[in-house]
């Protein structure tokens, strides 16, 4: 069994071959039972999260098996150790054999999937003249975010807005020395109105901008709200949106983005025009006028992770 480490889920899973995996994966389907969630109390602290995501090719018998392990601790960042909230392991299993095949880095694995599924998504959500981002965030997720909208749509200003003021200046250097056009935000209102997507990656229980501040075009790409309790965008961008998901089932049980908005009646589950597996399979257009806002709400599901533990195994040298 193989044991692959961050540095190699970065080097090997580049965007374009792996937005082209997952448009293949949710086209083609995959075995997903409904992920365990399990909150684990934490005391003074914010709860931590346990999440348990299986998935196994849908050909009999499956090439892989694969299963996710993660841990979820908000308040990591903030302690002394300053630990990444998200931890946990990705093992691939021969799907004839049970064999194990690899054990991967879990945090990389899914920093770079959920990247690749909102740029898979921005694909037929966001006008394909986008140049304006502006993300919203600064955790783990951000970097790979940024790379992903950037690869998909011809990018040339990126905005980073983050409540820690010296996060945000940490990883705008970074991506700057990288090669990317980015730059702290100072005006998140002046932002949000200029930009033509705005992704969200944080760990918020409130909405994190106005809703009333998006301008007709825009693309919304919520990606961090993964939890009844969170949110990051308000009922006023929700009621101004059409809304698509990664998968339904998913958004429509945690997703506070969604499940909040239709506890309280604003929307039914028909005002989810498509998920992910219908715009793959041609089933939905997307984006149906220039001057529709489009939101994205992202979950996760464990068909990525299956679909980029797959194409990593391919390409990791025996």
């Not at 966001?126 to 992903?148: C, F, H, K, N, Y």
């Not at 250097?173 to 209102?189: Q, S």
């Not at 998006?214 to 790409?221: F, I, K």
Request: glycine letters at 6%; one cysteine or more.
């Amino acid at each position: 069994m193989q044991t692959i480490d961050p540095a190699t889920v970065d080097a090997l899973l580049d965007v374009p071959s792996l937005v082209a995996a997952l448009h293949a994966a949710f086209r083609d389907g995959a075995v997903t039972p409904v992920r365990h969630h399990h909150n684990i109390p934490m005391g003074t602290r914010d709860d931590a999260t346990l999440l348990l995501m299986p998935a196994w090719d849908s050909e009999v018998p499956p090439r892989h098996i694969g299963v996710k392990t993660v841990t979820v601790h908000p308040d990591n960042p903030a302690q002394s150790t300053h630990q990444p909230s998200v931890q946990g392991v990705y093992l691939l299993l021969d799907g004839q054999t049970g064999v194990p095949r690899a054990l991967i880095d879990g945090p990389a694995l899914t920093a770079r999937r959920t990247a690749a599924a909102s740029a898979l998504a921005s694909r037929f959500l966001s006008r394909p003249e986008s140049q304006r981002l502006v993300m919203i965030g600064t955790g783990r997720l951000v970097p790979d975010l940024i790379v992903a909208h950037c690869a998909e749509r011809p990018i040339d200003h990126v905005s980073v807005w983050g409540r820690n003021q010296a996060n945000t200046e940490k990883l705008v250097h970074r991506m700057f020395d990288l090669g990317f056009p980015v730059e702290a935000c100072t005006d998140l209102e002046a932002a949000v109105t200029n930009a033509d997507i705005v992704s969200c990656a944080t760990t918020s229980r409130t909405p994190v901008f106005d809703g009333a501040w998006l301008t007709p075009g825009t693309h919304v790409d919520l990606v961090g709200g993964f939890r009844p309790d969170m949110r990051e965008a308000d009922d006023t961008a929700i009621g101004r949106a059409r809304i698509f998901v990664d998968t339904r089932a998913g958004a429509m049980s945690e997703a506070g983005d969604i499940v909040q908005p239709m506890e309280s009646g604003l929307i039914t589950a028909d005002d989810i025009i498509a998920e992910l597996s219908e715009l793959c399979r041609d089933e939905h257009v997307g984006r149906a006028s220039v001057g529709e806002i489009t939101l994205f709400k992202s979950v996760g599901t464990a068909l990525e992770d299956l679909a980029a533990a797959e194409l990593l195994i391919d390409r990791v040298a025996p």
